[in-house]
């Protein structure tokens, strides 16, 4: 539970400017979507706020603590920001078995064993795995192993959950199950979540507040019954009807 | 005229031919090596392999072989690993040039490195011996020969490595340093056991390597009186009575079986635990910021870079430009030993003769072959084609000693029946290269044609053509990359090829890699000039491999 500000986020790669000037304020428990075309530049804001990627000005801070501000030096690794992440791709480790998978977060920050197994088992539950934890990950199917994802990113309690268009390699039928129950899942524990998605359905039916990005700009923001009634230019008012 | 052109050109003809050669080069001989041994007067005996393992110097050699391949094994892994991880997954400065930097010994004969450590550091008057004191290094020990080896051969690890790390979804990593893990962490438990597989492929690799490594042994090892299974084989073979050979064919077959053995294991390792780890769409790996650590690691880089490359190099070129060793005066420097070696005896260009004409022959008709049975592999659907690839390695990965030994008993009087004396002949050399090298091309053809879509072809056929027209208007030019880079990676190690040529070679025979042998061995009091071939043979693997490079847009060379 926690706050992110992004302030005057530029980022650029040598001369190609991906990012111009990016202000965000997420609060407590806010569940915010970044919505927009293939490219914009969503998913290099979700890293900036991981540490995964720098940004190369302004500044980004998580609650009260700056974590990256390149003109006063300050930049906290990903390991220290105690933030979790679900990948496109799921990113779950094949060499370790379900409960492993999960468990590994709390391994690396020195719980004891009885604390990993009653931590692992209540996140289990909660993305209904229960019964799957000695499985290896390739017996697992595309939305179980999305669901390990979740549940390794959720274990250790993280201060924000960041997720990188986690349905997109999910059947349809699958991807609508796993948008109610992140949703609830965020809700039950009161997550700060960004989640980064090109699908405006996705985004309308999760989230507090969208975000809508078009070549590295916010176009505009807000709730999505405000932006549904007042798109603020034809590209918005285009963009959430396509797919309809 | 028109009739026996068009049989010759037809599909059928040219495919059968292929796959006839393929059998009569890549199998056929091992098959005569084995009978051979095991039924040398038509009745069935294991003589020769009790005569082998009961001699006390064959089993010593067997021990060597091991502690040999083991301990440039260990070396290996403990250059290749860390060097993998800092030049793939850190900000070290100019990641790409010490890439390609650190994976250029994988071009360079490693004999060349033999020579150029004694230089450096024989116990009487080698160069580092000059600079701490007189025996304060001795390459003539098994310490040594690991070192040679392991200076050469850490570079399968690498490459293996290298290519695994790139193919890796970054996000597996991406999500560890999220639970917290830091960057050492991570490599250790997410990144090594996920691309364990491919560690331990390049091991094995090297293992093959070294056990299958005929000119360092012989150059550091023979001396020093330390034999392995090659250059036990190597003596046993030269002693020239038929009983050696019978030994050296027994031999041969123990170390072709330890070889497969440790094939299988690699086989059994890829395929069983080979992750998956490439799925869906992937980021852009962020790079590990090493901060303050940039500094020393770069100069630690460059400092293994000076002790693997520049001094080896130097040796050669101070040794090269030397009228007498071991006198650092700059009244002792010329280009005496350049002339001595070019124009006072006429084998130098003899041998460059016979090895360009050789390692161009052999390129040549493995490029040729490669086009057909890359054809035969990727365009049809021809029953057991997946035998092809599983022939044209298995010379490969023969160690070139036991290579050339088939070839001796199989083929020195004549192929399949046409009675052409071979022994002591180019002839047998160019077909063990044609062999040893197929598989390169095989393997870049194969690439080629897999990328290239069947309707063009099948357009042109439909106009009217005929296979051979099609074939040499559509594929020819469409594969004309894939087909240079392979002509080019058949005729670099080809030139320079030592390992069979010295159990080939004969009298007016001498080639490159032989003559730079004999040198070294017997002949040039001074040392100048294996020196000075040895230093154009790394000049010129240099330049092919830099135009290889440039021709293939970087897909091949290093
Ligand atoms: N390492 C990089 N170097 C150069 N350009 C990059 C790099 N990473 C991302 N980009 C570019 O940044 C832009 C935004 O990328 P990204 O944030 O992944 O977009 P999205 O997630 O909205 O699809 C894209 O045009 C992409 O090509
Ligand atoms: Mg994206």
């Known amino acids: ?244 | 005229m028109d009739l026996i052109k068009r049989v010759l050109f037809s599909k059928r003809m040219i495919l059968g031919g292929g796959l006839f050669l393929l059998f009569v080069f890549c199998l056929y001989p091992f098959l005569t090596l084995f009978f051979k041994i095991v039924f040398p007067q038509g009745g069935f005996t294991l003589q020769h392999f009790e005569k082998v393992l009961n001699s006390k110097s064959t089993m010593v050699a067997f021990k060597n072989t091991l502690w040999v391949s083991v301990g440039t094994c260990l070396m290996s892994t403990f250059m290749a690993l860390p060097l993998s991880w800092l030049l793939t997954r850190t900000n070290i400065p100019m990641r790409d040039k010490w890439r390609s930097w650190f994976c250029l010994p994988y071009a360079i004969p490693p004999y060349i490195g033999a020579i150029a450590w004694i230089y450096l550091t024989n116990p009487s008057n080698g160069i580092l011996n000059s600079v701490f004191g007189e025996g304060f290094f001795n390459i003539y020990t098994n310490s040594g020969l690991i070192w040679v080896m392991g200076s050469f051969f850490y570079t399968f690890i690498l490459l293996s490595l290298l290519a695994a790390l790139d193919r890796m979804d970054p996000s597996l990593e991406e999500a560890a340093r999220l639970s917290g893990a830091s960057p050492i962490r991570v490599f250790f438990q997410i990144t090594v056991p996920i691309i364990f597989p491919s560690l331990m492929s390049g091991i094995l690799l090297v293992l093959l390597a070294s056990a299958a490594s005929f000119g360092v042994p012989a150059m550091i090892g023979n001396p020093a009186g330390i034999y392995l299974l090659t250059t036990k084989i190597y003596t046993l073979q030269k002693m020239g009575s038929m009983n050696g050979i019978f030994m050296a064919g027994a031999l041969s077959i123990l170390l072709l079986v330890l070889a497969t053995l440790v094939l299988i294991i690699n086989q059994r390792i890829l395929s069983k635990n080979s992750f998956k780890t490439v799925s869906g769409k992937t980021s852009r790996p962020s790079l590990i910021d090493l901060g303050s650590l940039k500094t020393p690691l770069s100069i630690g880089l460059a400092i293994l870079f000076v002790i693997l490359f520049v001094m080896p190099l130097g040796g050669i070129t101070i040794t090269a430009l030397s009228k007498i060793q071991g006198k650092f005066e700059l009244s002792n420097f010329g280009f005496q030993n350049f002339t001595r070696v070019f124009f006072e005896t006429d084998e130098t260009p003899r041998a460059l003769m016979n090895s360009f004409n050789l390692a161009f022959i052999a390129a040549t008709a493995t490029t040729l072959m490669g086009l057909i049975l890359g054809y035969i592999n990727k365009k049809t659907k021809l029953k057991g084609r997946s035998a092809i690839e599983i022939l044209a390695s298995l010379p490969y990965s023969t160690p070139g000693t036991v290579l050339a030994l088939a070839f001796i008993l199989t083929f020195s009087a004549g192929v399949m029946g046409i009675p052409i004396r071979l022994y002591n002949t180019l002839g047998l050399i160019v077909i063990a290269y044609f062999a040893k090298y197929l598989n390169f091309s095989l393997r870049t053809t194969s690439d080629g044609f897999g990328q290239i879509d069947d309707c063009l072809a099948e357009a042109s056929r439909v106009s009217g053509a005929t296979w051979w027209i099609s074939m040499k208007t559509i594929w020819f030019p469409l594969m004309k990359p894939a087909l240079m880079a392979s002509w080019f990676l058949v005729f670099m190690p080809a030139f320079s090829e030592l390992t069979m040529t010295i159990l080939l070679t004969g009298p007016g025979l001498e080639t490159l890699g032989t003559l730079i042998f004999q040198l070294q061995e017997y002949g040039d009091a001074s040392g100048g000039g294996a020196a000075v071939l040895a230093l154009l043979t790394v000049i010129a693997v240099g330049l092919i491999n830099g135009f290889v490079k440039f021709i293939s847009k970087g897909k091949y060379g290093l």
């Open chain 1, 1 to 244: 539970m926690s706050t992110v500000t992004f302030k005057n986020i530029k980022k650029s790669y040598d001369d190609l400017v991906i990012i111009k000037d990016f202000s965000l304020d997420i609060d407590n428990g806010e569940f915010v979507s970044f919505l927009g075309p293939s490219g914009c530049g969503k998913t290099t804001c979700l890293r900036m706020v991981s540490g995964l990627e720098t940004n190369t000005a302004g500044s980004i801070s998580i609650d009260d603590d700056v974590v990256s501000d390149p003109q006063n030096k300050i930049f906290v690794p990903p390991e220290k920001r105690h933030v979790g992440m679900v990948f496109q791709s799921y990113a779950v480790w094949p060499h370790m078995n379900v409960f492993d998978n999960i468990a590994y977060p709390l391994k690396v920050k020195g719980y004891n064993k009885s604390e990993i197994a009653d931590r692992v088992r209540e996140i289990v539950s909660i993305v209904e795995l229960t019964g799957l934890e000695k499985r290896m990950p390739d017996a697992l199917s595309g939305g179980q192993q999305q669901r390990v994802a979740l549940a390794r990113g959720l274990v250790m309690k993280p201060k924000v959950l960041l997720l990188d268009e986690p349905l997109s390699n999910l059947d349809a039928k699958l991807r609508e199950k796993m948008r109610g129950d992140i949703r609830k899942i965020q809700q039950d524990f009161g997550i700060t979540c960004i989640y980064v998605t090109h699908d405006q359905i996705e985004a309308f039916t999760m989230s507090d507040k969208i975000v809508i990005m078009n070549h590295g700009d916010i176009i505009q923001m807000g709730s999505p019954s405000d932006i549904r009634n007042n798109p603020i230019n034809d590209f918005v008012a285009d963009f959430i009807k396509t797919q309809h």
